[in-house]
C-alpha cells in the first residue's frame, strides 16, 4: 500500500471571523433634499438684497449730505451778513454822527490830560 504523502498545513492562528454588528436601520429621510441650484438661488438672493440694501443706505447718506451742504451755506451767507452788519455798526464816520446827534463833542485842548508811567 502506498501512503500518499501530504503536506499538512498547519495555521498557528485561528481564523477570525471579523466582528458581525448590525448595521442599525437608516430610517428613509423625511425632509426634502434641497438640490445645489436652490442653494445658489438663496445665496444670490440673499446677497443681491444686501446690494439693494447697502444702496439704499447709500442713497440716504447723499441725501443727508446735501441736506448739510444746503444748511452750511445758509450758514455761511447769515455769517457773511453779520459781519457786514458789524462793520457798518462800528464805523467811526457813523458812530462820530451818532455822538454828535447825542451832544457828544471833542475835548477841548485844555481838557486833555496825557497821564506817562515813569516813575
Not at 23 to 41: C, D, E, K, L, N
Not at 97 to 113: C, F, N, R, T
Amino acid at each position: 500500500m502506498v501512503v500518499a504523502n501530504r503536506a499538512v498545513v498547519h495555521n498557528p492562528l485561528p481564523q477570525h471571523r471579523p466582528d458581525f454588528r448590525p448595521q442599525p436601520r437608516t430610517r428613509p429621510s423625511v425632509g426634502v433634499r434641497i438640490s445645489p441650484r436652490v442653494v445658489a438661488s438663496f445665496i444670490v438672493l440673499g446677497l443681491s438684497l444686501l446690494v439693494i440694501f447697502q444702496y439704499g443706505q447709500i442713497h440716504r447718506t447723499n441725501i443727508q449730505n446735501q441736506r448739510l451742504g444746503r444748511n452750511l451755506s445758509a450758514i455761511h451767507d447769515e455769517q457773511r451778513h453779520l459781519e457786514l452788519t458789524i462793520s457798518q455798526l462800528t464805523n467811526p464816520q457813523r458812530l462820530e454822527k451818532i455822538g454828535y446827534e447825542l451832544g457828544l463833542v471833542y475835548p477841548a485842548p485844555s481838557q486833555i490830560v496825557y497821564v506817562s508811567n515813569h516813575d
